[in-house]
């Protein structure tokens, strides 16, 4: 069992909606939750920043930790054509200093 | 410099052949961190650096995978006798401290092995 699971998607909305994207862990060690976008054939670039439990926003962006479920969510409100990309979880430990990355959640929003 | 800079971009070398890819870190930044990225899958850890020590080696696959760092600067990644199983974006990323900080990526260097 992969210690962060994402679910691959391709996930395809069209342009307004509400994208909700997850992922789940097993290490109850894990305090410091990210979110990544990453564009085509570029480098990942942090969105949100999150550590341990609760809620962040950013904009039309909002983060979700839940320690007690190992669940966190990324909310997109009013999606974009541009926020088409893949979009990565990552954590770690305060202890540690490597990332545990989920696969990543491909994600269009067409016109 | 502004962010992270890898290079070269793209790389594409026969198998068996030795290559280096490249890291220049945000300056001032301290902690230094090689990942690959296989086609379709999310990042896999392979070394940390804290300045040109490395106390965290436990992602590199093999011994033909090895890193050096000078100083709090430039890091090189090589891998030796290039397998096609190598082929992948080698992803490096700089944070000011270590400890649950915020990693900066570069763009990565594309690495075909044929």
């Known amino acids: 069992q992969k210690e962060v699971e994402q679910d691959p998607g391709p996930l395809s909305v069209p342009e307004g909606a509400i994208v909700s994207l997850n992922c789940t862990y097993s290490?109850?060690?894990?305090?410091?939750f990210m979110w990544y976008r990453q564009y085509s054939r570029k480098g990942p670039e942090l969105l949100m920043y999150t550590y341990s439990s609760g809620n962040k926003e950013d904009g039309r962006f909002t983060a979700q930790v839940d320690k007690s479920s190992k669940y966190i969510s990324l909310f997109i409100r009013d999606s974009q054509p541009s926020d088409s990309a893949t979009y990565l979880c990552a954590m770690t430990t305060y202890n540690t200093d490597k990332l545990i990355f989920g696969t990543g959640t491909r994600l269009q929003v067409f016109p | 410099g502004a962010g992270v800079s890898q290079s070269p971009s793209n790389k594409v070398t026969e198998k068996g052949k030795d290559v280096e890819l490249r890291c220049d870190p945000i300056?001032?930044?301290?902690?230094l961190y090689w990942y690959r990225q296989r086609l379709g899958q999310g990042l896999e850890f392979l070394i940390y650096?804290?300045?040109?020590?490395?106390?965290?080696k436990s992602g590199l696959p093999s011994d033909r995978f090895s890193a050096e760092r000078t100083g709090e600067s430039v890091s090189t990644l090589t891998i030796q006798r290039t397998q096609q199983e190598d082929s992948a974006v080698y992803l490096c990323a700089s944070s000011p401290t270590r400890g649950g900080n915020i990693q900066y990526f570069g763009a990565g260097t594309r690495l075909s092995v044929l």
């Open positions: 650096f804290q300045g040109n020590s490395a106390p965290d």
């Open positions: 290490n109850s060690a894990f305090q410091y």
């Open positions: 300056s001032g930044h301290t902690a």
